[in-house]
């Protein structure tokens, strides 16, 4: 699990907190949505999940491992991996075999361990025959998925998601998502900040983020039916969760609480079947 408790943060120089008094459990396993309209602090807030800006007021702790302690640290890096929005700002190696070693290389672990690790890893994200490309001719969604074996690699609990599809075309989205899915299903937990709100429907839990404050915690279900406090922060919601909440503005006595295609099709059908029986 990690656990937040009471995080502020400011930035040096800044006078203004960027993160209020944010108190938030994680559990091993979740699926966690995270969104928030721009600067707002999301990233600020998952940076602190591995020790990636330091902890000054309040308490990060991952598997009881505290973020304060230099000790603790080195293992919560281990523990909790991040994926950023760029592919290209994460790549360091010449190939892609290079690239992913660089994490374990810097666990001192013997070099058969390593390469052992790097193959596993592009296997689980389907780039075994990849080994020996130049990153940089891969198309951004493939980056993505080196950025990902470059993190699982390190054997992670934890993989955190920093708008990893924000570059991407929809196939490259497709890629990143799907792997997400099988990481998620193979017991990792996954933390994903996103600004499109269908990635993240089948999350376990969203947190919503405004003003450096968690302001819901809560079910996709319950958070995407605040439709009109998700606008007034200037975010989308789902696009069926828009169209079922526009036709109960009209009037139409739907629920709101609509997610995906298939559950909007569900509700229509229960709604009309009274009215123009089928046959
Ligand atoms: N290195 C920094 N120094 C000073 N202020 C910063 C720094 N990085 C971010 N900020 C400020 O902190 C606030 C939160 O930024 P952050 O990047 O965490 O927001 P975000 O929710 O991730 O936004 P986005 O959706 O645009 O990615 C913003 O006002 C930003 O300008
Ligand atoms: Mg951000």
Known sequence: MIQVENLFYTYDGEETPVLREINVEIPRGIHLGIIGPNGCGKTTFVRHLNGLLPTNKGEVRVEGLSAKSP????RIRQLVG?????PDNQIVGMTVEEDVAFGPGNLALPSEEIARRVQKALAQVGLESFGNKAPHALSNGEKQLVCMAG?????????????????????????VLDMVQKLHGQG?????ITHHMDEIVNADRILVMDRGCIILNDKPGVVFS??????????????????????RKMGY??????????????????CLTPVFPKG
């Open 71 to 74: 000790s603790d640290l080195y």
């Open 82 to 86: 991040m994926v950023f929005q760029n």
């Open 151 to 175: 993190v699982l690699a390190m054997k992670p609990q934890y993989i955190i998601l920093d708008e990893p599809t924000a570059y991407l075309d929809p196939s490259g989205r497709k890629m």
């Open 188 to 192: 990792i937990t996954i933390v994903h």
């Open 226 to 247: 605040q439709v009109a406090l998700l606008k007034e922060l200037g975010l989308d919601v789902p696009e069926m969760t828009e169209l079922m909440w526009r036709l």
């Open 253 to 270: 006595p739907v629920r709101t609480d609509i997610l995906t295609l298939e559950d909007a099709c569900r509700e229509l059908d229960a």
